[in-house]
């Protein structure tokens, strides 16, 4: 066992504070990496505030963890002492259900393992997540990080990005598509940059014009104000897909009235109050209302690439940890410009 530095929320309304938590011993499939920085979002503020149901605490979080493999046990296959590697939302699953064997881990039907408050089942502990110095993972859940992506920028890809880039491809965004984000955040500028390499034609809906430039820097055609009923009356019937990524409740109705016939609108952003489908909204124009959880292993591999090819990257702020709970409160205003991103060297 190693026990090393992290950052852990100790209840549901205190601030996170520092503190130390054990790794397990490698098992023979485990790799240790030694964390260089991990991402902050929205679901670790969730989470930790008890808004998607009691946890236990003391709980550490965080789901977007990049650094380097510093042992590896017997068995391990897939990656050296040295490798630059990332960890996302999910560190095991039953490996053997349909949805596993289809490298849908994400949608395993025991239940995918979560990095952290999920139940560890090499030892039945809590898992941990990753505002901390290292983590143990299973071989297969940890992810080959391209040299040539930025390390200091890249960590906020194994969520927000496979979170974009799922419902993209399967929604089938890209050339002759016009693809609306919502929300400009963390996983909504994701959304954008990705959106707009696949070749789609996309329009960012927003709560002001504040971020307008900057939408249009990260790839968009249009940035609206969802503020101003007239964006509304404007934009009536124009997408194929939309995803919301806000993670409050919003007026779905008015969304889905955006959507062409046959349109989607995917739901990622996922707030604990649930939000209110008017049915005739879908029934007048054949349209589907929709969620989608990250992506399988292979598909978050796959993201990794296409961002290295098309030269993606978020938009970062690093802090030091003892700045995690100040940039909680600027995500819960949105005033974050796009991700947080903690320097783990600073929990030492
Ligand atoms: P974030 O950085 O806080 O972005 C959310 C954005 O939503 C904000 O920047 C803001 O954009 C908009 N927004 C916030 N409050 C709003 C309100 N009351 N009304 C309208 N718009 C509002 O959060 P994130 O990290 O991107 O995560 C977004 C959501 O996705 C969270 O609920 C998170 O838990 C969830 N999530 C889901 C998955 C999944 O697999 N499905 C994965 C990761 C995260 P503007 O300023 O542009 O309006
Ligand atoms: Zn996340």
């Not at 990332?86 to 995918?112: D, F, R, T």
């Not at 489908?277 to 989608?292: H, K, M, Q």
């Amino acid at each position: 066992m190693r026990t090393v530095n992290a950052y852990a929320a100790p209840s549901a309304t205190e601030p996170l504070v520092k503190t130390t938590i054990t790794r397990r011993d490698l098992g023979p499939k485990d790799v240790e990496i030694d964390i260089a920085y991990a991402g902050i979002c929205h679901s670790d503020i969730h989470t930790v505030r008890g808004e998607w149901g009691e946890i236990q605490y003391p709980q550490v979080v965080g789901h977007e963890i990049v650094g380097h493999v510093s042992a590896v046990g017997s068995d391990v296959t897939k990656h050296r002492v040295g490798d630059r590697v990332g960890v996302g939302c999910m560190v095991n699953s039953c490996g053997e259900c349909e949805q596993c064997v289809a490298g849908q881990e994400q949608y395993c039907l025991k239940g995918n393992i979560q990095t952290y408050a999920g139940v560890d089942p090499a030892d039945g502990s809590i898992t941990q997540g990753g505002y901390s110095e290292a983590v143990v993972v299973n071989e297969d859940f940890v992810l080959r990080v391209p040299e040539s992506l930025d390390i200091e920028k890249v960590a906020p890809l194994l969520c927000a990005g496979i979170t974009l880039y799922s419902p993209l491809h399967h929604w089938g965004a890209g050339p002759g598509k016009k693809v609306a984000v919502v929300g400009l955040g963390g996983l909504g500028h994701m959304g954008v940059k990705i959106a707009a390499a696949l070749g789609a034609e996309v329009t960012v809906l927003s709560q002001t014009t504040a971020k307008e430039q900057d939408s249009l820097r990260f790839g968009a055609v249009a940035h609206h104000a969802t503020k101003d009923p007239e964006t509304f009356e404007r934009l009536r019937g124009s997408f194929d897909l939309i995803i919301n990524t806000v993670s409050a409740k919003i007026p779905l109705a008015s969304y889905l009235g955006l959507l062409k016939v046959d349109g989607a609108l995917v739901n990622v952003g996922a707030p604990s109050e649930p939000l209110e489908v008017p049915v005739f909204s879908l029934i007048g124009a054949r349209r589907t209302f929709a969620g989608s959880n990250i992506g399988g292993i292979a598909e978050t591999q796959e993201m990794l690439d296409f961002c290295a090819e098309h030269g993606i990257l978020p938009e970062t702020e690093l802090i030091s940890a003892d700045r995690i709970n100040e940039a909680y409160e600027r995500v819960l205003s949105s005033d974050v410009r796009y991700r947080f991103v903690i320097d783990t060297a600073t929990l030492a």
